[in-house]
T-cell receptor
Framework: SAVISQKPSRDICQRGTSLTIQCQVD?????MFWYRQQPGQSLTLIAT?????????ESGFVIDKFPISRPNLTFSTLTVSNMSPEDSSIYLC?????????????FGPGTRLTVL | AQTVTQSQPEMSVQEAETVTLSCTYD???????LFWYKQPPSRQMILVIR??????QNATENRFSVNFQKAAKSFSLKISDSQLGDAAMYFC?????????????FGQGTILTVHP
């Protein structure tokens, strides 16, 4: 299965600032996704990071707030812009990987963001 | 839109015993996938088991097995011979097929406690 790393693992930020989260995969993957997990909640899909084109956002998420880059098949970034305390969450990237004759989705270790 | 419901916020089991976690989902699609993920306090999302909707045979992975009832839209996880390391939050997830392939919808999660 794909090995996924994220940077930073955690951060504490001031409101009004922005943070860029990096996701690196050890193999080329077609599909990469970004999820948010608010405290004590489940995971919610933010967007699909498309290589070579703009990300596709889910309802309730917009590019101005969560700009995403996908410069190649192994790397993506998610920026949380103009942060407020409500943005305090764990942000996880996910990839679709083909292993053992099946496609499945694997997750990075997550980035824990606290906004003061 | 697809929805996933986990009706058990918390479950507990004695070490070496068996426990079943419930999950129901709602979809009008015929092509989809179902997953169980485990999230320990480290927050890493770990894939436990995967089931394709077109397969009638229930998936198994060592001590983990599912009871997939497609007509009832039910997808329960059975953990046999429970171990202390099984303690975690368990999420049921629905994966769309077709053009939405790779996007996951998660249930609310079930916290599993394992007593020695």
């Amino acid at each position: 299965s794909a090995v996924i790393s994220q940077k930073p693992s955690r951060d504490i930020c001031q409101r009004g600032t922005s943070l860029t989260i990096q996701c690196q995969v050890d193999s080329q993957v077609t599909m990469m996704f970004w999820y948010r997990q608010q405290p004590g909640q489940s995971l919610t899909l933010i967007a699909t990071a498309n290589q070579g084109s703009e990300a596709t956002y889910e309802s309730g998420f917009v590019i101005d707030k969560f700009p995403i880059s996908r410069p190649n098949l192994t790397f993506s970034t998610l920026t949380v812009s103009n942060m407020s305390p409500e943005d305090s969450s764990i942000y996880l990237c996910s990839v679709d990987d083909y292993a053992d004759s099946t496609d499945t989705q694997y997750f990075g270790p997550g980035t824990r963001l606290t906004v003061l | 839109a697809q929805t996933v419901t986990q009706s058990q916020p918390e479950m507990s089991v004695q070490e070496a015993e068996t426990v079943t976690l419930s999950c129901t989902y709602d979809t009008s699609e015929s092509d989809y996938y179902l997953f169980w993920y485990k999230q320990p306090p480290s927050r890493q999302m770990i894939l436990v088991i995967r089931q394709e909707a077109y397969k009638q045979q229930n998936a198994t992975e060592n001590r983990f097995s599912v009871n997939f009832q497609k007509a009832a839209k039910s997808f329960s996880l059975k953990i046999s011979d429970s171990q202390l390391g099984d303690a975690a939050m368990y999420f049921c997830a629905y994966g769309a097929g077709g053009t939405s392939y790779g996007k996951l919808t998660f249930g609310q999660g079930t916290i599993l406690t394992v007593h020695p």
